[in-house]
């Protein structure tokens, strides 16, 4: 079974900044297009960035509200997607998720993601 194992989330103030991390188990999994999603307080779960592989992986998208924020990026040699996450807000308190597709190409919906990590917990204090 494909694993993905999310670190990074934490506490920081407002303005701060946070890198997330997520590795993922099987190699082959990793060259596929990769998500990330949170759950912020009293929401449902919502896209936040996601990047695709290869070709696909040159124009990632973005969730309005943190475009020009948030970075998202990948090494897939060493399986491995990131969420540099700068200028955070209290608004972006949550449990982030790593996800992934089984296709190279991007998308924003949720229901594309086949397989999840477990989460890890950012707070933004005002």
């Known amino acids: 079974q494909v694993q993905l194992v999310e670190s990074g989330g934490g506490l920081v103030q407002a303005g701060g900044s946070l890198k997330l991390s997520c590795v993922v188990s099987?190699?082959?999994?990793?060259?596929?297009?990769m998500g990330w999603f949170r759950r912020c307080p009293g929401k449902e779960r919502e896209f936040v960035a996601a990047?695709?592989?290869?070709?696909?992986?040159?124009?990632?998208y973005y969730l309005d509200a943190v475009k020009g924020r948030f970075t998202i990026s990948r090494d897939d040699a060493k399986s491995t997607v990131f969420l540099q996450m700068d200028s955070l807000k209290p608004e972006d308190t949550g449990v982030y998720y790593c996800?992934?597709?089984?296709?190279?190409?991007?998308?924003?919906?949720?229901?594309?993601?086949?397989?999840w990590g477990q989460g890890t917990q950012v707070t933004v204090s005002s």
């Open positions: 996800a992934g597709r089984m296709a190279p190409r991007a998308t924003m919906r949720v229901s594309d993601y086949i397989n």
């Open positions: 099987e190699r082959l999994f990793i060259n596929n297009a």
């Open positions: 990047i695709g592989h290869g070709f696909y992986a040159a124009n990632p």
